[in-house]
C-alpha cells in the first residue's frame, strides 16, 4: 500500500513543500521515517502510535515506511506530525486516498488532539503559492492562516474529528479571516499627554516622516521614554502587505496573540540593556528572530543605551544600514527583515547631570567620557536624528494648554509619506531613509545656497561619508514635510542641527564647569 500526503516545511521564513510519502505491508508493526528527518522528527512516530490507540482506532500489522521528501533538506520540529499521521490513516483505510489539494501541518498529542505550531502563517503562504486548495492545521492556528488569500483553512481540534471531516461523516466550515476594524489600529497613548517638548517632537515628527534613526539625549525624568512610547501613534497605518511581513516573523518566533492574528499595529520593541546580542539580533541552532526583526516595520527603542554592551551594540551595524539581518548556522542560513526605526534614549552621563544649568554633575571627566565612548562612531553615523530631551519648566508640567495630538502630526507625516511613495514607486524603497547611493543626487537636489551650506558645514563638523549621506536624507524629508521638491537652505540648516550633539558630547574635550 502506497499513499502521498502533502505537508509544508519551515526553515526560518523559509518554508518549502514537503511530501510525506508512505509505504506500509504486512509483517512486524513498525515505523520508519527516512528523508533527513531529525530527533525530533523522528520521535513523532511514538506521539502518532500513542495518539491512533487514544483515538479508538487500530493501526493493525504494518510495516510503514515514511518518506519526507524531498530528502536532500533537513526536517526539523513537531509540525509534519499531522501529514505523517494522515498517511498512516490512508493506507490503514480510515481516511479516503484522493486526498489531492490537501496539506496538512501540525502536532499530534498523545490523547489525539492537534496542537499548536509556530509559523503557520508562512508554512500557509507557501502552500497557497503551491497551489493547495484546503490547508488543514492546528486549530489554535486557523485565524492565522486565514488571512492567506486563494485557499480554504479547517481548524481540526483532534484526529477523530479530521478523519469524520474527511469521510464525510461530520463537516467542518472553513475559517474566515478576522476583520480589520478601527480598533484594530488603536495604540491608547497620545503625543497630547506630552507636556512640553515641543522642539523633541518637532524632531520625531521628521524622523517618522522619513522613517530616520534616532537618539535622545536627556537628564533623568524628562520623558525620554515617554515620548518613545508614543512614536507608533504618528506612523503611518501598516499596509496589508506589510502587516503579512510582521506576522510572519511573529509568528515564527513564537510571540503571535491568538486573539490579534494579524499585526495591524506598528510594533513597538522596548528592550533592555541587558539583552544579548542572540536576543538583539536573532540566533540558535535553529536562528530564531530577534528583536530588531521582531520591530521589522515599526520601532526598535533601546532605553539607556550606553548601558548596552558595546559589543552588541556593535552588531546593530550590518542589519541598520541593510534593513535585514543573516544568521549563519551549520544547519544553513536564514535572512529575516528588520526594516525598523530605531529610536534609542540616555543620559548624558552616569549620574545624568553632565551639562544641566540646575543640576551639579558628581562624574569625572573620565567617567563621561567612558560612559560616552560606549557609543561608537560608526553607531552614531547611523543615527539620523539626535534631540536633545531638557528638562520640563513648572509652568509647562501644570499649565492647561493641551499639547498638540498624535492625529495632527499624523496628518502631517502621511502627506510627507504620500509623496515618498510616488518618488519610489517601482523602486522597492519605501521611506527617505531607505535611498541608495544610485539615486542620492537624483532625489536630493539642494538649490544654490542649500549647497553652500551644505559645503560650509561639511569642511566644518568634519562630517564622515556616511553622516554626509544621512545628512541629504533627512533634508530631504525636511523638504517633503514643506511640501518643496527642492531642498533649500533651511532644510540643510535643520538637518545639520540635528547632527549638532555629535560634536557637544564626543566631537572634543569635555568640560564639567
Known amino acids: 500500500m502506497f499513499a502521498k500526503i502533502s505537508s509544508v516545511g519551515l526553515f526560518g521564513l523559509n518554508a518549502f513543500p514537503v511530501t510525506a510519502e508512505i509505504s506500509a505491508s504486512q509483517g512486524v508493526p513498525a ?18 502510535k500513542a495518539a491512533i490507540q487514544n483515538s479508538g482506532m487500530k493501526f493493525g500489522s504494518l510495516k510503514c515506511v515514511i518518506n519526507l521528501s524531498p530528502a536532500s533538506i533537513k526536517k526539523s520540529g513537531s509540525g ?17 486516498k484522493e486526498l489531492d489539494g490537501k496539506a496538512f501541518i501540525g502536532e499530534v498529542s498523545l490523547g489525539g488532539e492537534i496542537c499548536p505550531i509556530q509559523g503557520a502563517l508562512a508554512m500557509a503562504i507557501e502552500a497557497a503559492a503551491n497551489g493547495t486548495a484546503e490547508l488543514y492545521l492546528p486549530y489554535e492556528n486557523a485565524a492565522e492562516a486565514a488571512v492567506v488569500k486563494n485557499i480554504r483553512v479547517f481548524g481540526v481540534k483532534t484526529i477523530g474529528e479530521l478523519a469524520a471531516h474527511l469521510t464525510g461523516r461530520k463537516l467542518l466550515m472553513p475559517t474566515k479571516p478576522v476583520p480589520i476594524t478601527e480598533e484594530s489600529y488603536r495604540l491608547g497613548v497620545d503625543f497630547s499627554e506630552v507636556k512640553g517638548q515641543e522642539a523633541v517632537k518637532a524632531a520625531i ?11 535622545m539625549i536627556g537628564p533623568p525624568g524628562t520623558g ?24 510572519k516573523i511573529h509568528s515564527v ?92 534614549a540616555m543620559n548624558p552621563c552616569p549620574c545624568g547631570n553632565f551639562g544641566s544649568p540646575l543640576k551639579k554633575c558628581t562624574c569625572t571627566v573620565q567617567q563621561v567620557s567612558r560612559y560616552l565612548g560606549k557609543i561608537s562612531q560608526p553607531i552614531l553615523d547611523r543615527i539620523d536624528i539626535q534631540a536633545e530631551v531638557s528638562s520640563v519648566s513648572y509652568e509647562e508640567l501644570s499649565g492647561n494648554s493641551k499639547s498638540e495630538c498624535s492625529a495632527a502630526m499624523a496628518e502631517r507625516i502621511a502627506k510627507a509619506r504620500e509623496i515618498q511613495e510616488k518618488r519610489f514607486r517601482g523602486t522597492g524603497i519605501r521611506s527617505n531613509s531607505g535611498i541608495t547611493p544610485d539615486i542620492l543626487h537624483d532625489v536630493c537636489v539642494l538649490d544654490e545656497k542649500a549647497g553652500d551650506y551644505l559645503k560650509l558645514a561639511f569642511e566644518k563638523t568634519g562630517l564622515s ?9 533627512v533634508a530631504r524629508t525636511c523638504a517633503d514635510l514643506d511640501g518643496s521638491e527642492l531642498i533649500g537652505k533651511p532644510h540643510i540648516a535643520r538637518a545639520v542641527s540635528y547632527r549638532s550633539l555629535d560634536r557637544k558630547y564626543w566631537g572634543g574635550s569635555l568640560s564639567l564647569s
Request: charged share 20%; glycine share 8%; net charge neutral.
Open 80 to 96: 509534519y506530525d499531522l501529514a505523517i499521521l494522515a498517511a498512516m490513516l490512508t493506507v490503514a483505510g480510515y481516511i479516503p
Open 205 to 215: 515628527e521628521v524622523a517618522a516622516a522619513g522613517f530616520h534613526n534616532m537618539l
Open 253 to 344: 518566533a513564537g510571540t503571535l496573540s491568538p486573539t490579534s492574528p494579524l499585526i495591524t499595529k506598528r510594533p513597538f520593541r522596548n528592550v533592555s540593556h541587558t539583552a544579548s546580542s542572540v536576543g538583539l539580533i536573532g540566533g540558535g541552532s535553529i536562528p530564531k528572530p530577534g528583536e530588531i526583526s521582531l520591530a521589522h516595520n515599526g520601532v526598535l527603542f533601546l532605553d539607556e543605551f550606553p548601558e548596552f554592551d558595546r559589543r552588541v551594540l556593535e552588531t546593530l551595524r550590518q542589519p541598520l544600514e541593510n534593513g535585514e539581518i543573516t544568521i549563519s548556522r551549520a544547519a544553513g542560513a536564514v535572512t529575516y527583515p528588520c526594516n525598523i526605526m530605531l529610536v534609542a
Open 31 to 48: 515505523i520508519d521515517i527516512v528523508g533527513l528527518a531529525d530527533q525530533s522528527v523522528q520521535e513523532s512516530r511514538m506521539r502518532i
Open 224 to 247: 525620554k521614554s515617554m515620548i518613545a512610547k508614543r512614536i507608533p501613534t504618528v506612523l503611518p497605518r501598516m499596509s496589508f502587505e506589510e502587516s503579512i511581513e510582521t506576522t
Open 465 to 473: 561619508a556616511r553622516a554626509y549621506d544621512r545628512v541629504l536624507k
